[in-house]
């Protein structure tokens, strides 16, 4: 399904349009970030769970498997046979749900090796409780349809991580930066070092310092945002509570400013039909540098500082 064009102006800040209607070609050892899915647990029909798509020129990474994420993969062209490892940042079910489906349709895609992934303590036993309840379909498809070496793409590979370096893949370094989601321990944020950039995804949590941290003169935040008076449904009190093991609209842009990151991008949008242009206020208010409150399927080409939306804008971001 093509997605309409989100409303520029309110969406993003400090950028020029340079050309529209046309794909931008990528440098040869660019990193790119898409935004497979923006959202969070309430549902959307625009914005799907949370995922992140990372490029390298020989890397494609996955950073969690939010509901839908095999369908936004699908429109950039791309199975789950084309991913080559998932990093996980927890294991709240907006972030891992769709985890069965990636790997179910990487075998369909012809798939010839189980999916490396890697998660924090607790990944393993879930994971292998998931395969357990999908065991008769999984002996009843290779039965049916597969062979021996497709069954490859369906054992699992699970390597689960600390603080701290998890290793280099495909040309990326990507280290771990536990965060604060409690009650939910351990959780973790990402930095993404590769092509002379640098990446940090916070993941979910409440201001932190080790993501400020590890964001210090970063090419790109990704940042999770909750507006607590937009949550829809819970009474005050239960939204609250919702909202403090997140990060306010009003607290992201301090994260920014103090880290002196290159640009920003709201991501993990609670709730995911907030209105852009309050949102853009907020962070304003404390960050300067250039803010994209993410859609899905938008792409930052980090290397350059561009922007590609939907429909194939594409957009220069202003040095922060
Ligand atoms: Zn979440
Ligand atoms: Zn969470």
């Known amino acids: 399904m093509a997605l309409s064009p989100q409303p520029l102006t309110a969406s993003v800040l400090a ?171 351990p959780a973790y944020g990402f930095l993404v070092q590769g092509e002379g950039q640098r990446v940090v995804f916070s993941g979910d949590t409440r201001p932190t310092a080790a993501i400020t941290t590890a964001a210090k003169g970063a090419d790109l935040l990704v940042h999770e945002v909750v507006i607590p008076a937009a949550l829809p449904r819970w009474p005050s009190e239960a939204a609250e509570r919702i909202a403090a093991w997140h990060t306010r609209s009003d607290e992201v842009g301090k994260i920014a400013h103090e880290a002196g990151v290159g640009c920003l991008a709201l991501n993990h949008i609670a709730p995911p039909n907030a209105d852009r242009g309050s949102l853009l206020l907020d962070v304003a208010a404390d960050y300067g540098g250039p803010v994209v409150v993410a859609e899905d399927l938008w792409t930052v080409d980090v290397s350059r500082g561009w922007l590609t939306v939907a429909g194939g804008g594409v957009l220069a971001l202003g040095r922060g």
Do not use: K
């Open 15 to 185: 950028l020029l349009v340079l050309t529209a209607g046309q794909h931008a070609s990528q440098p040869a050892s660019a990193l790119n970030v898409t935004f497979l899915g923006t959202g969070v647990p309430i549902p959307s029909p625009t914005r799907f769970g949370p995922s992140s798509l990372v490029r390298g020129a020989n890397a494609t990474i996955l950073i969690d498997c939010g509901s839908g994420v095999t369908q936004r993969l699908a429109a950039l062209g791309l199975t789950g046979a084309q991913v080559n490892a998932l990093f996980l940042t927890h294991l709240h079910a907006d972030h891992v749900v769709d985890i069965f489906q990636l790997l179910v349709t990487g075998w369909g895609a012809r798939r010839d090796r189980p999916l490396p992934i890697y998660g924090p303590v607790g990944t393993r036993a879930f994971l292998e409780g998931q395969m357990h309840a999908w065991q008769p379909e999984f002996d009843h498809r290779i039965d049916y349809a597969g062979d021996a070496r497709d069954a490859l793409a369906l054992d699992l590979n699970v390597t689960e991580f600390g603080n701290g370096s998890i290793g280099a893949f495909y040309g990326l370094e990507v280290t771990a930066i536990e965060v604060d989601h409690r009650p939910l321990v």
